[in-house]
């Protein structure tokens, strides 16, 4: 019944499908009311979970705990196969300082990852939906297991480059705009967390040395504002 479809949706209500029968105005109505109850549906979801993906980021300064829960999500959320992410060492620039990995298919998308990490930084944002006709661009003999699409999304802090957000998936795939739009919001809670995690880092370090320069100085010291 169209009225108590529209009622749910009202209310909030989204998991009970809209059936349509027939092709005339009410029909075509019908229809339309269920196209968007499956896009309020879906935008809820995506809503969720970014609030929970966002509030586990906020919570740990633990690289090892937050990244991993943003990489779960975008591999639960898009059906990739594979889900890598390499941080750039600051200091060592065409080093990995750290590489994180998630999914059945990470491991043999690893020989793409320093060709990735480039081509993100000088490109910026890389959506490949069939690779068989990107090997201008990838050497994709170098993988031994077929990964025919991929989307890479740089970590950008500023203009500062950290490194870069890759999935992998088994068939050549059609990327969607909201499917980009939340992988671009996954990728800045990546940045959001490594550049909080390396601002602690720093703030300790230089606790660390205030801290030692005092212990090292016997005479009072006050300092002034």
């Known amino acids: 019944d169209l009225v108590n479809a ?21 029909g075509q109505l019908v229809d339309a009311f269920e196209r968007m109850r499956k896009r309020l549906r879906d935008q809820l979801a995506e809503r969720e979970l970014l609030l929970r993906v966002s509030q586990e980021v906020a919570a740990s300064l ?4 937050s990244l991993p829960a ?5 591999l639960r959320e898009t059906g990739a196969s594979g889900v890598r992410l390499i941080l750039k060492h600051p200091e060592h ?16 998308m690893a020989p793409l990852d320093k060709e990735i990490l480039s081509l993100a930084e000088t490109s910026g944002q890389l959506v490949l939906d069939n690779l068989t006709r990107a090997r201008a661009v990838l050497d994709v003999f170098k993988i031994s297991r077929d990964i025919q ?15 870069v957000l890759w999935l992998g998936y088994d068939l050549p795939r059609t990327f969607s705009q909201s499917e980009i739009s939340l992988m671009s919001t996954l990728a800045r809670l990546a940045v959001m967390a490594v550049s909080n995690a390396r601002l602690f880092d720093e703030s ?4 660390q040395l205030l ?14 504002r």
Not at 149 to 163: F, R, W
Request: aromatic content about 6%.
């Open 204 to 207: 300790e370090g230089d606790r």
């Open 70 to 74: 943003i990489m779960k999500a975008a």
């Open 6 to 26: 529209a009622e749910d949706i009202i209310q909030g209500k989204f998991s009970q499908a809209i059936r349509v029968e027939g092709h005339d105005e009410v």
């Open 149 to 163: 699409a991929l989307i890479a999304l740089p970590l950008m802090h500023e203009t500062s480059y950290l490194g």
């Open 93 to 108: 620039p065409q080093e990995a300082l750290q590489t994180l990995e998630d999914g059945s298919g990470a491991a043999y």
């Open 62 to 65: 633990d690289l090892q705990k």
């Open 211 to 224: 801290e030692a320069a005092f212990g090292s100085t016997p005479d009072a010291v006050i300092i002034t």
